[in-house]
């Protein structure tokens, strides 16, 4: 496979606040890249220098073997994060619109469709749900055919089913070919739709791979989190004690928390054998809680930082584990195509 972007050393100051510190990064043809990170990592910066809607302080931006200026914007299409279109022009109205600005233009017809928009084509764009909303943007980033997209956070602010529409779309162009960089700060959405992830903190890139080598050199081991029973508090507390030890003896690692007991290191095929020590303990249990380490494990192991907690801090959007519980969005702060 060949690259079709690289970047070498990017760096970006807006005052004192250093959005970009010596970004590196390539991008091979048919791939899916995924820049994740939480609010005010660099990502909409790193993509607009990738695009060429901003300039680096230094370091260089190829796109196709040429500096981004250059690309054959034939062959490049980006949604940024930020875009209203008129909002009372409808889907069919903007797709078509947009497909005028190029020589050679997809059927605004097969584009309506492909965003699942085709029963809604003739709705006003302010009238659209959130996720009709920006799957309509993305459509109009789609009218050229584009090798090379970039989604800057295409779902933020997206109902859960608008989101699962979003995702299908992504893996429809990746299975035709077409090389997709997008940004997020869901880790749920980076692990279900990445090639290959860059994880972005405080304008650096903490580690880049596939979302399971990630997760298998930083991620951690497995936990199986015993929450204990708050009304015997005494009794479980003892009882959890001799466990802990029968475990540790069985060569788990346990901890003790308020909570209970975490025991680390616990294959799927050993969950039985640990209920069994805790059963015959007497350990009366709240809750038995088995996880898997993903990529918000990896973020906090290479970072020192939760991007949940992070997020939750700046008041932004859920992480990845909440994406459930997101409401509808509340409007058009985002889409469309500024070129
Ligand atoms: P992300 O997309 O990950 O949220 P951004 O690239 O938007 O991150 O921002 C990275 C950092 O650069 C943040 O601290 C942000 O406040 C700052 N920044 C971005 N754009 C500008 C700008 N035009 N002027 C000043 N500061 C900016």
Redesign the pocket.
Known sequence: MSDVLVAEDLR?T??D????SGVSLSVDAGEVFALV????????????ALTGT?DPDSGSVSVFGTDPESADRQRLGLLP?SFSPPARLTPRELVTYYAGLYADSRDPDEILAEVGLAPDDRTRYENLSGGQQRRTCVGTALVNDPDLLFL??PTTGVDPAGRRALWRLVENLADRGTTVVL?T?YMAEAERLADRVGL?AD?ELAAVGSPADLVAEYGGPTRLVVETDDETESAASASASASADALAGDDFEVERTDAGLVVHGVAPEDIGRVVGVLDDRGVAYDALTWTEPDLEDVFLQLTGRSMAGRSAADGSEPSGEEIGATGESSGPAVAGGDR
């Not at 606040?17 to 970009?20: R, Y």
């Not at 990170?37 to 607009?48: E, I, S, W, Y």
């Open positions: 970006k807006y005052g606040t250093a959005a970009l990170g939480p609010n005010g990592a660099g990502k909409t910066t790193l993509v607009r901003t994060q800057d956070e940004t700060h972005l304008g």
